[in-house]
Each structure stands twice: as C-alpha cells, then as structure tokens.
C-alpha cells in the first residue's frame, strides 16, 4: 500500500517538472530525475529493512502499555498500562469504551472490519474473566452462555472477517464456536480430549490445542468441523496458536529441552524456525498469509524478537533502522503487509512498544525504475508521442 501510493504520483511529477516525452532528450532528463529522486530510498533499504515508530513516546503512553494486534489497516489495538483497552486507528489514539461493570478491561483482536474482540474483570476473587466486543466504538458483553471463562480469560479466543468467533468453555473444558446469530456451539473432539480453539479464519478453519490429560497438549486443526491431529512426529508437545487465510497454522513445538517456533505450511507440513544462537528458543507471536513468522526467542539466554522469512530465521534487531538506538525484546502481530509490533526497550532500560514499517527493499526499486523506462521509451517509439 505505502509503494503503491508512491508510483501513483509519477504522472503529476512529470506535470509539476514540465517535460513531456516528445524527445529522448528530455526523456532521458526524466530518467536522471528518477535515478536521483530513487536512489535515496534505495541506499536506505541497503542498511536496514524497517523504520520504526516509537508509539510509547509519540502518544505519551505509560511504559507498560502494550498494543498486541494490528489489522491489515493498520489499526492496532491493547492495553494503556493502566487497565483500559486502547485503539490508534488512522493516526488517532482512543481509549476504548469502558464495558459497564468492568474493572479492567483490554483488547487483543482486531479484524479487518473493525470489530474488535478483549476481555475483563468484572468482580474480584474467583469470578471468571468476560469477553468484550467492541463493534463501532460501543462496548457489548456478548451472551456465549452456556460457555464461561476461568480467572485468566474470557470464552472467546479470535474472531475472522465473518463474525464467528472460536474459543474455550472454562465449564466443559471444550472448544466452542460462536457467532450472534447462532450462540454457542461446541466442537467435534476425539473421545476424552479437552482443549480450545485458538485461532479462525475466514474460511471457517481452526487451529487449537487438545490433550486427554494422559499425552503431552497436541496440535489440532478443524476443517468442515472435523478435528485433525497435525502434531508433527519427533516432539514432545505441540500447540496451535493462530492461523492465515491460506491455511497456514502457526505455534510452537517443545523438544526434549527447548522450545521452538514454527508454522504448518497449509495446515499440515510443520516448519521448525529453529533458534538463533544454540541451546536457545523461539516462541511464536504471529504470522501471516506470506509466510512470514514473528516472536520472541533469547539469545546467549537474553529476549529478543525475531523475524522469519524464507526459510532464514532474523534478530529483529538486525532489519530494523539503526537510528531507532531499541533493542526489541518480542513481537506480537505481523499483518499482511509487513507491519510488525514489536516491544523493546532503550540502553536506557526506557520500555516502549513500537510499529515497524517495512520499507523498500532494492530489487523492488529496480524493476520499478526498471519499468518506469520502459514505459517512457514506448512513449518515445509512439506516433502520438512525437505529435
């Protein structure tokens, strides 16, 4: 989106400088401009891959504010740090309507409509969390009785573009499915399983955890309602965390002795992300439908967030402009255009939680340009052109 707005303007550019391509002369004149007007951005995607946004600092949030989700509009959402769930949705931050009766209240889901999914304390002691919708700014407590939440979380886990939502019974110990229009339902499990559905797309699939409290917890995936055991052979447990549009189920594995990161490509082939440096972990934190990963792992035993593409596991650190002086301790969210939230904190030891913005990388430069003077030199070889 940020490139596309970028080439879009090449027509009112040549307008404002005053050349037309009636000769190659001036043809070439705006070839040099081009060169001259790229090249910047391409010497800058050579040292780092991210700009950041310190978003503690531009918005004056608490140190411990945290945003833990971020649609594919760039509308993120979490928690101020001080028990309220928060919004920044085209620029504008918004502390989100406190649900009646709530204590504390945050968000962790936002999907691509806008309608975001949180959770709250309602009482002290043993009373159990409740999950909150917020649908246009109005705070709902949705009705998913018979379904209730334990003192960590509300019933609802995720929520696609579609209005349904997957989760967890607190009361049955059974994964759940539920959407306004028609109430809870419960999962098909294999006989004596118990777990919840983590994740949900727009497909209707599912990603999720079960065990029937003899074996290790077990990766599972729901299609068409019918549950699949994807635990990949050689590990001790398995956990399916969240899934993409294309299927693909990212979560985590244990080894005898670590833990690592990871996705199943298409739902069913386990990819190891490994570690960065030996005898370490990976944990995820998200995906998207381009098989890009992001989490945390430690490094020599210290955080760190890295980032997963292409088979190449990175230190976030290591992509990220070098003037932004953080040092990213997790990543929590990765849309579909690259945009990453990452928590970090300064030498200082100054915590913040940040926006990463992807920026363009060369080769994508070069065909552009590439492109570019193609374009003009077919307006040159054209009969209208030399009118």
Known sequence: MVYGGRSTNFCTNFKIVGYTLKSKENAVRIINLLV???APLTITAQGYRYEVIDLTAKYG???IASFVDINNHGTMVGEDGEGRGIVIENGVLSVLERPKGALEYYAFAINDNGVILGQGRFGTGSTPQKSILWINGKAVVPDVSPAVGNLGQG???ALNNKG???GYDAGTGLPILWSESKGVSYLNVP???RGGANGINDEGQLSGVLTDGIVQPRAFRWIGGAPENIHPA?????RALAIAGNGDIGGYVTT?????GGFWRGGTEFVDIGTLTPEDYTWFGDLNGQEQVVGQATV???FSAYFWERGTLHNLDALANPTASAHFVGASAINEFGQILAGGAYPSGAGAIFLLNPVPEPSGLVVLLAAVGATIWRGIKSPKARK
Do not use: E, R
């Open 300 to 302: 020599d035993g210290v």
């Open 155 to 157: 019933p609802l886990n």
């Open 256 to 260: 005898s002795n670590a833990f690592h």
């Open 191 to 193: 006989a004596g399983y």
């Open 164 to 166: 349904i939502f997957g």
């Open 36 to 38: 001259l007007w790229i």
């Open 234 to 238: 050689g590990y001790a447990q398995s």
């Open 61 to 63: 949030l608490n140190p």
